[in-house]
T-cell receptor, first 112, second 111 residues
Framework: NAGVTQTPKFQVLKTGQSMTLQCAQD?????MYWYRQDPGMGLRLIYY???????DKGEVPDGYNVSRLKKQNFLLGLESAAPSQTSVYFC???????????FGPGTRLTVT | DAKTTQPTSMDCAEGRAANLPCNHS???????VYWYRQIHSQGPQYIIH???NNETNEMASLIITEDRKSSTLILPHATLRDTAVYYC????????????FGKGTRLHILP
């Protein structure tokens, strides 16, 4: 099992550009999550999906959108990137929304 | 979810047991204690969780006090690879609660 994979690993965007971060899991987990982590801080939840086809906002959803069309994939979109979105983004999955979460390796995003 | 309090940082000699404390004095009856760790530049890794009984797995042991107001994560024989930030989280599994990560404890394993 690859577990949770994220693409790309690194990305540099200019202010105003858009992009999609991709997350895939091969553990047949029902729930998936997107977090961001800023230097010296803990993780903050952006959006989560309790099951395929459903999504909910987390602590810091502004400026992002998500899509969970397939059970194994959870996409995070930045519609118009801003320097404040420079961060490391982690995707996670769990067998159900109340279980322990398994994390991907992260995507390091810089917005200039 | 109940809040947790952890020391900012700790040191432990390689080969010794690392004991990481966590205070969760406002924990409620249906909330579990979870531990995760994050090795530098990697995604967080689930370690262990428990409700009221002590738990052990291949990575660590979790000791929860009888009143459940605090707990200790024990890494029995710490290695340099255990240097990481350790997060203690309390979370209900009766609701779709999100994990709230605090700042955790930065554990340094000294050679």
């Amino acid at each position: 099992n690859a577990g949770v994979t994220q693409t790309p690993k690194f990305q540099v965007l200019k202010t105003g550009q858009s992009m999609t971060l991709q997350c895939a899991q091969d553990m047949n987990h029902n729930s998936m999550y997107w977090y961001r982590q800023d230097p010296g801080m803990g993780l903050r939840l952006i959006y989560y999906s309790a099951s395929e086809g459903t999504t909910d906002k987390g602590e810091v959803p502004d400026g992002y959108n998500v899509s969970r069309l397939k059970k194994q994939n959870f996409l995070l979109g930045l519609e118009s990137a801003a320097p404040s979105q420079t961060s490391v983004y982690f995707c996670a999955s769990s067998v159900q929304s109340r279980a322990e979460q398994y994390f991907g390796p992260g995507t390091r995003l810089t917005v200039t | 979810d109940a809040k947790t309090t952890q020391p900012t940082s700790m040191d432990c000699a390689e080969g010794r047991a690392a004991n990481l404390p966590c205070n969760h004095s406002t924990i409620s009856g249906n909330e579990y204690v979870y531990w995760y760790r994050q090795i530098h530049s990697q995604g967080p890794q689930y370690i262990i969780h428990g409700l009221k009984n002590n738990e052990t797995n291949e990575m660590a042991s979790l000791i929860i006090t009888e009143d459940r107001k605090s707990s200790t994560l024990i890494l029995p024989h710490a290695t340099l690879r255990d240097t990481a930030v350790y997060y203690c989280i309390v979370r209900s599994t009766h609701r779709d609660d999100k994990i709230i990560f605090g700042k955790g404890t930065r554990l340094h394993i000294l050679p």
